[in-house]
Each structure stands twice: as structure tokens, then as C-alpha cells.
């Protein structure tokens, strides 16, 4: 009789188990393209394979803005996905309006998986103690460089530079000019006109120099401050001198790194895969070079679920944001596309050496977490970045001094912020 | 007396439990739904009580991935105590594919038979490609692994019976019976070089009037890549050694070198030297050089009835999406243009202008599902249209 009855409630729980995600159709926002979405489309695929009951579509919705104005776009149709990508830096953007679901009642649940993620990643996801998503492709900002332009300088390619100086230095030795003083091939690329990454790759630039964007609670920008002013300055020269190309647009100066016009440069993690099967010679990937500090920044998107969305949806929206991080899957995404892996386990993990073992260029990442910082984030951050990336714009082109740009700046976003706060 | 005892137990309790840190005391195979457990760890070269070693660990998961068996390997550790379990995730990959080939005819591929690590392949010919003239009769069995139920050992069993195949020369045209039988075994030393060889006896029928029977030996000496995921360039050979025996005078000598490098993007030149050099009184069924798919395409090859030839070609390949565009990885690669130049110098005894042929060929590389087949179109002394598939 007690071996009837467990059978019935065996098999009582395996329908309720069958059945509670019996189609289940998720739709997922995301902005992974190129050379990132087949690797993506390999781990949904995978899912959707091993969890009968749910089936997710993945969608790319073009880069981190573009989701985001597309995500606000369908609150107000009333047509949104159930799972989303963001920026980590977006987050805010929608947890403002309560359009994120607190994960809180699910990780209570699971009380190991939340101290499994990696510490400041973690902290990204966390907006006022709650968890509004899970860090997905988290990336840290790494020194590239060209292995084959070092060694014909006569530099080592296995040293790259550590320090702004020895970089400096190092910058000096592979920019070659032509007899008519035109340099042919530069030595660094840094924060060149490109509103989505001159002020992404300046940011770490201000923290190497013992400098800070914005005072702790968010509500001063501290860019008229010394230090970041003494970084712009720096920044200005090495155009001025010549080894960084003034006149050349982000795209531009990509395809000459490409080309191997351009010998080193700040590019993120989340491109070495890309650089190693794409570049048309040897990469070398290191630390970003200190000076007063060791900083890099800490990027990225993370998995989110919308709170409109029907409890059966947010299990299953649950179950697969939980699966695309866990320590499988974080290191295959590590491994083929270089974002960072998001769980300690696999950082401690045998699968990484083995992945080491092969593309060695992916392990300089996984070294410079701990000196990784998220950037600063806030409702109105797309245009704070603006304002800031016009800034060393108008420098960079010689219209205003650093002083005078970044003052103007600063009191430009502290009026953003302040009607920020009284909204 | 008793302080030795003592110290001695010491020593050898403290050397056990140093011997016992650190080993791997079992391995446990995951997502294996079609290949044996002891296929994987054959090729693993797992031995019990191995000593954790990243370097050995990531061979191992290299051969794995080079089996051909598997899209993906993962490995992890367990602690168990000082020791651990090893974890191995896989996830096999697709082992049954379509076979058209010019000679061969049309058949099927299993990568995996019966889930133990061996390739068989049959395929049944029931019409003549080249000159589209249809008939009945011939048919190919293969069975063959290179890594033989995951061992170092490698062996192949073939048989063929292919009828009415072609024969033109430039004196003279007729068709023949092939009736084939290898019987072959090798060694696989490091990583994925080693060596094979066969034995060979072949009955040939010309008209049902002319009939003789040809036995030979061959050894095959090869180097491939294992992993060249992240080699921009690599390179990989195979040297034929082919006597003939029992009455058969012959010997053929064929270096196959290949060079691939990856120029720019997915953009990549391949290069392929391929000599043979034949001595004796070889058999005509021994004078075919390459191989249907790796003659000098856009000439007839059986119309050089000369001991050596050496043919030098170069494929440059743009890989491109779905949508046309140039492809940024790999994954996202489906068809690729081809440009193909060839030129073979056919006789070293002699060096003129003659002694060169050329031809140029386009190509489009197609990946499926059931692997990638490569529609190609040759200009030499005449057009000729082949299909490769890999």
C-alpha cells in the first residue's frame, strides 16, 4: 500500500514537473551579433533541445542603445519580450518604472547560485539590494596589441607596456614616419571620435590617475576635478605628439589596427575571439597599463526578465537565464567569444586552464578582474556619457582647453543629475 | 630498532599519502548517448590513478574533439577526499552523412558504428558520372578507423567490385571490371601522426577476353594537426609507399603536402603539393595519380602515361554568410568561392614547355548539414565539372 502510494505521488510529480512548463514560449532580446550570435544561438538552441516544455526565440534587437530604445518603445505598445539583454549600465533605466522583475524570490530558492557569481559582477546587478538580472557577457577593458609590429621594432612581444610611460615609450618605437614627417603606421589608439567608445576607453584612463567621474553617491560629476583634468591633458598630448591618429573615427582606426597601421590599443575582452580568428597577425592581449592606480573597466550585458510578465513565463524565463550562466555554459561563452566567466566555480575550474591552453590571449582578462570597475550608472547615463564624450571631443579638436571642457562638462551633468533627483 | 620501524612507517604512509593526492581515481562520461564509454576513454589514454596534469588533460581533449565524434568536450573536476573524479561532457555529433563520389557512386557514411569509434561506409555504383552513361552493378564497402575502438591502433577492411569503369588513353578507350580487396592495419604515435599499411590484391577483367590479377603492399606515413582552432597557419602530409608483390613489379612513391593559412578575416590560401613518382611495369589501374577529385582537373590524367608528375595547387577561399556578406567567424561561414590554379610539371627527364600543364578552376565550398561538398568547374585542355566532398 505504501509502495502504491509513492508510485501515485512519484507519478503525480513527474506531470505536475511535465506539464508546468509545457509550452512555454519565451521571446529574448538581445544585442549579440556578428561573430557573438552563433555562439548564443548554440547555447538558446541547446536549451530549448534539453527543456522540452519551454521554448525560447531569440531575437537581436541591434546594439545596447538601440535595445533600449526599442525596449521603452514596446512598454508603450504594450508588446514586450519576456527575457532581455541589457547593459549592465541600463539596468537602472528600467528598474526606475518597476519594468524588472526582482529575482530575489527566485534566489531565495537557491542560495548557493547568488555566491557563485563572481563578486563585481555580482554588484552590477544590484540596484538599491535587489537582483534585477544575472551578468552574462561581462568583458574588462584589455591593452591589444600586435605582436608581429613589436617584434619588428626590436620590442619584446611577450612585455607588454605597464605603465603609461613605458606604453609612452613603447609608442614612440612603432609609430614609423614617412620622409615627409607623415606617420605610415601609429603606435597607440585610444579614445578616438566614436560616441559609443571614446569616453568607454578615456573612463579607466581618469581611475589610473587616482581620479573619479562622479563622487560616491552619484550626485556630483568630479571631471572638473585634478586629476581627471591632468588625465585629459595626458590624453591630448599623445595626439599632439603624434603617436595616436587625431583625425580618424572608431571605425577607421579599427580596420588600420586591423590592417596593422595601428600597433596597440584599449579594446574589450569581449573581442578577442573575434581579433584571433579575424586579425592577419599574432595578438597579444595584457592589462591595461597603470600609473598612479591599476583600473580597467568592467562592461557588459546581463539577462533580465520583465515583471509583466505571467508567473508560469517567469519560471521558465528563470530556468533559462539561470542556465545560459551556469559554469557549462559561462565557459563555452568564455571560450568563443572571450566575455568574461561569471561563476567563481568556473574560474576555479579545470575547463579553463584547458581553454588557457589553447587561446592563451584569454587569460589577461580573467587577471584583471579584481582590478575591474563597473562604470557609474544612472536613469539619464546615455546622455551624462554625451555630454562627456563631447568634452574630450572639443579637446581633442582644440576648441576649448581641458580645464575649461571638463568644467563645462561637469556642471552640464550635475544639472542632469539634480533634475534627475527631483524628478 | 624500533625508531627505524617507526621512522620507516612514517616515511612510507607519508610517500602513500603524497602518491595519493592529486589522481584522478575515476572518470565519468556524460552526454554519450551513442558512443561507448570505453571508445572515450581509449582516446582519452586514461589510465587509473593518473596524476591531475593540465597539459595531458587538454591533449586529451584535444584528440577527443579530433575524433570527428564530438562538437564539444568539457571536462571538470571533482574532489573526492586528496583525489579526483574527472567529469567529460560531450556532445556527439552528427555520424551519418550521404557519399557521392565520382567512382564510388552513391552510398552512405557512418562515423560511428554501432557507437564504437569506427567509420563504415557503403555505397553502391549505379551510374558513370563523367560520361552520364547510366547502368547497373558495382558496389564499396569500407570499414575503417583510424584510432580502432579508441586504441593507437588503426586498420581498414575494404572491398570493392566496380564495373565497366573507364579507361581512356590516347591510343586506345575500353572499360574494365575492378574487383578490390585491402586489408590494412597502423600505429598512431603522439598527437595525430603515425603510420598504415595494407595489402592490396586487386582482379581486373577487360572485355571478359583479358584478365589478370595485381597484389601489392603500401605504407602510408602521415602527419595531420590535431587542434588548429587557433593556428592561423598549419600544415599536414601524407607519403604513400606502394610495391608491387608476387610477380607484380612496380613501386609508386606519393608525397602529399598541404599548407593552409588564414590571410585576413575568414580569407585563406591553401597551398597543395602532390608528387608521384612511379618505377617498374606498373599495372594501369595503378597509373591513376590522384585519384578522381585530385587530378590535375580539365585534363583527362590517364591520357599521361608517364612515371612522374608533380602538380602544385593553391585554393584561395572567401568565405561568406548566409546573406552574402564576408563571414567574421567560422560558425558563420556557408558557402565558399573558391579560385583554384593549378600546374603540374609531368616530366623531369625532359624540361620543356610541354612539360607543364595548367588549368584554373572555380569552386563554391558548401556547408550542410551532412558536411561540406564543393561544386567545381575546371578550364584545362578541356572543361570538366567535379564534385569534392569532405
Redesign the interface.
Known sequence: MVKRNSFLIVAVLLLITTFAFANVNLVFWHSMSDYQKPALDKLVSEFNSTHPGIHVVAIYEGNYDQTVTKLKTAFLSKNTPDIVQLNIEHLRIFTANHQLLDLSKFLSKDPSLKSDFVDPFWKTVVINGKPYALPFNISCLMLFYNEDLFKKAGLDPNKAPKTWKEMEEVAKKLTVRAPNGRATQYGLFWGVSGEDTAFYQFEPLIWQNGGKVFNSSMTKCLVDQPPAVETLKRWKSWFDEGISPANMNYQEGIQAFMMGKIAMGPMTSGGIRYALDNLPWDLGVAMLPSHKATATTLGGGSLAILSNVSLGKQKAAWEFIKWMTNTKNTLYWYENTGYLPVRKSALSSLQIKLIWKKFPQLKPAVEAIPYARPRPVNVDIIEIRHTLFNAIEEVRHGVKNPQQAFDDAAKKVDEILKSERQK | MKKIISSLTLILILSLSVFATNRIVNVQIQGNTFTKKFVILNLMSYKKGMK?N??E??KA?NILMSSGLFS?V????EATNDDYV?VV?VEEKNHISPIVDLVKGVGIKESDLFGLGVQGEASIRFFNLSPFEIFAGGYSLDLSSQRAFGTPFSFEIALSNLKKMQWITSQSKFQYDLARKTVGAGYVLSGNSGFMANYIHENVSISASEQFAVDAVSLDIYDRPI?M??K?TYAWWNLHLEKGINGTKYSVFTLDGNLYH?????VYYQARLYGVLNLGNAPFTRKIYFGDTYNLKGYDTKEFDLPFMLLFETRIGVPLTSSFEIS?????SLYTPELIPQIAFMNYKNISLESFKASIGLGVKINSPFGVFEPEIFFGKELGFYLEMK
Do not use: C, F, T
Not at chain 2, 74 to 77: A, E, S, V
Open positions: 591531475v593540465v597539459d588533460l587538454a581533449q564539444n568539457y571536462m571538470n573536476l574527472l561532457s587542434q582552432q587557433n592561423r588564414r590571410m585576413i578575416g575568414q567574421k567567424s567560422p560558425e558563420l
